[in-house]
């Protein structure tokens, strides 16, 4: 089971484990983390599960989508490191993953 | 002063409200019923991905059980709630349980219309509404060969995407000359008909039905033409109506649709409402607006959070949609009306139609056009604040 570190705004921390081919917005949810709020419940619609993925792990993710690049540039403060959670697929590589939550979606 | 707030509904705007009430510092009970066994759920990835993949109703809980206790929400799952005596305020629950108010929140959704036609209550005509419906609908999925779907609506086209990849075979029928004719322009609607047609769907638009076919199952649905078309199951997507039964029983303004303001104030000061079951007037799209949607659902739980917690309500917005039907992402923000004048946005995506009015941007349709589609909203968001803002008292 891949381990992610949800690092929040304010620094704190909070570890969850989820199944490969879990989406991390799910692993995210479950570990209720209350920032991320998955509003279209994972459908690239809404743009409500923004992240920003540590440095040196950004490479090792599958590109964005169109439509998930699409949703980023119109979420608070897009950076290049910035991503969707529901679009990221949980797989062993992704082990250690580190992702940092923005202060809010809105 | 502690204030109880009673929640009628563990759907979408249910659960936003009594999470709301708590950012806002709401420091009284809150008690969220609902009469659905499951956590407050994702409804939308059931049409979509429900069939394909065996997703878990815990797997669309928008919030887990802990996360809700955390903020001492109080949930009644799985209790109907029966009636309001407003002049207690009470609520009677099923099994002659009562519950104290001092605001109550109706957040009951809506319902599904049903068919007037012979042959409705057969076991393999289902409709998608509930998670129970998705289990169902999968149980009758391995004896499924050939599925006909009445009405083309949303759900009806996401499922008419979800089945034919499934390798069901699949006619949608509909009542009326086009597709989805009061939620998409008539552009929209036939661009889509010719996408689900090259995608193997029989899609068949002013057909009147005569009757369901079958004994014990429903066989075949039998056009008024006369032309009998064999089904092993039968889907019902003819819309749904607002669930305004317990506001209407209690005596609060309804028209077809709970009546409520910009705050979701119905005709009783303590009895707020959200959601699929309310009207209201819209500054932009008109008076008794009625939306189906989880955009519109956490936009009015919101601002009823803010209303009784004593805060302003909140600005009118650009309501917004999307639905997945095969490999088509489609988009929609405001509301298209025949009015409008029509641009079409060549080079970006497959579809993009604007709708202006004087001037305003009032709706756009995208189909695989996220980008073309996000710019849209953000215009259309810049001129719904200028106009809220020309709203404000000097
Ligand atoms: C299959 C499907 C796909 C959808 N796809 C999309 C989409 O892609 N995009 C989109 O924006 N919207 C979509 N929608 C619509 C969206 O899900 C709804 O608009 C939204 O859920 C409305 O939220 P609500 O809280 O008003 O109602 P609901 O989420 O329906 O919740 C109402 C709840 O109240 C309960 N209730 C009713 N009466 C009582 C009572 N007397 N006592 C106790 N409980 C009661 C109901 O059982 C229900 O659980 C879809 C809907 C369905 C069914
Ligand atoms: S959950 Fe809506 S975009 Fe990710």
Known sequence: ?106 | MAMHVAIVGSGQAGLQVALSLRELGHAGGVTLVGNEAHLPYHRPPMSKRGLAEPIGADELAIRTRDFIAQRTIALRLGVEVAGIDRQAQRLRLGEGERLDYDRLVLATGSVPRRLQLAGAHLPNVVSLKDYADLVRLRGLLAETRRAVLIGGGFVGLELAGSLTRAGVAVTVLEAAPRLLARAASADLSAYLETAHRARGVDLRCGVSIASIAGEARATAVLLSSGEALPADLVIVGVGADANDQLARSAGLATDRGILVDAAGRTSDPAIFAAGDCTRFDHPLYGPALRLESVNNALEQARAVAAGIAGQPAPDATIPWFWSDQFDLKIQLAGIASPLDRIETVHGEGDFVRHFVRDGVLRAVEAVNAPRAFMQARRRMAGEMASLNHMKEPA
């Open chain 1, 1 to 106: 089971m891949p381990r992610i570190t949800f690092v929040a705004a304010d620094g704190s921390t909070t570890e969850a484990t989820g199944d490969v081919g879990q989406s991390v917005m799910s692993v995210a949810v479950n570990a209720g983390i209350e920032v991320i709020l998955a509003e279209c419940g994972g459908a690239c619609a809404c743009g409500t599960c923004h992240c920003y993925v540590e440095p040196g792990w950004l490479q090792r993710l599958a590109p964005p989508s169109d439509s998930e690049a699409a949703m980023i540039e119109c979420v608070i403060d897009p950076r290049p490191e910035s991503r969707l959670t529901c679009q990221l697929r949980l797989s062993d590589e992704l082990d250690g993953l580190v992702l940092h939550l923005p202060a809010a979606q809105y």
